[in-house]
């Protein structure tokens, strides 16, 4: 088996007021049968016209509309081709997650379904909040997995692909279709974790601890917050199991990307 190259990219750099800087860390999974991105960041349309993101988030989140930053320009600038890029795989539809699916038309979008059906609706005020249609207005090719047909480390999982494994690991809480993403390597396996949490002190065995405006947000971004931390718990079991076998990162930390996100891992064959 050929192992793939990973790229680790940072497609939504934001600056929140009375917050430290976070980072949208996606993935790029080059592998012989073409490009997989793992989120997305926020995308080119974004950029273009950034009252689609809404005031909101434009006021406190800030993040930096910069074409440099899509994964559609980082891709280039690897000298990959963005239109080999043959699926993405989503943590969850968030608009600072999902704002590139235009810029990737021919792709495969893999989500859960509860995730899906959310977006779509959007019933409740949290959900017309952060979930922009704009964002899949192109009509993605959805790949909606209904049910959890694999396990992973003793969590139910979805496998998206083979060669490498690359799985979808339901972990509700932050939105109902929340989930994290996980990537087969050589040695250990890469877990990206979504927004089951946002500053990595969260995953301290001895002495969990998260900035109190980070904890404050998100609680109030949570569609169930005590899901959300029954979550974050399993994900500390499975660090304290398995420290070496599996690498485990959050969506918008800066430590953890600035650990990994400097990193092209290519395996050894």
């Known amino acids: 088996m050929s192992w793939p190259t990973v790229h680790h990219l940072d497609c939504a750099p934001m600056h929140p007021v009375g917050g430290t800087p ?5 993935l790029l999974v080059v592998t012989g049968s073409g490009l997989v991105l793992v989120d997305t960041g926020l995308g080119s349309a974004d950029v273009c016209d950034p009252r689609r993101l809404g005031m909101f988030f434009r006021r406190t989140m800030r993040p930096t509309l ?6 559609f320009h980082q891709i280039q600038a690897l000298g990959y081709d963005p239109y080999d890029v043959r699926d993405i795989v989503l943590t ?4 600072d997650h999902a704002g590139g699916l235009g810029d990737f038309p021919d792709a495969r979008v893999h989500v859960m379904a509860d995730e899906y059906r959310a977006a779509m609706r959007r019933d409740t005020r949290l959900d017309a909040g952060r979930y922009v249609t704009a964002q899949w207005g192109h009509g993605p090719q959805w790949v909606v997995h209904d049910t959890a047909d694999s396990t992973w480390h003793g969590f139910a ?6 060669s490498p ?10 939105t109902r279709g929340h989930c994290a993403v996980a990537v087969q390597q050589p040695e250990r396996w890469l877990l990206h974790a979504g927004d089951a949490y946002f500053f ?3 995953l301290d065995l001895r002495r969990p601890r998260c900035p109190r405006p980070v904890a404050l947000h998100q609680r109030l971004v949570a569609e169930n917050h005590g899901q959300r931390l029954m979550q974050l718990e399993r994900l500390r079991d499975l660090r304290r199991a398995d420290p070496r076998l599996i690498r ?8 953890e990307f600035a650990q990994l996100g400097a990193e092209s891992v290519r395996p050894v064959r």
């Open 200 to 202: 990595h002190g969260e």
């Open 248 to 255: 485990i990162f959050s969506s918008h930390d800066a430590y």
């Open 66 to 71: 910069d074409p440099s930053h899509t994964a």
């Open 92 to 95: 969850h539809l968030d608009l």
């Open 157 to 162: 999982a979805a496998r998206v692909l083979r």
């Open 22 to 26: 976070l980072v949208a860390h996606c």
């Open 165 to 174: 494994d690359i799985l979808l690991v339901p972990l509700p809480g932050h």
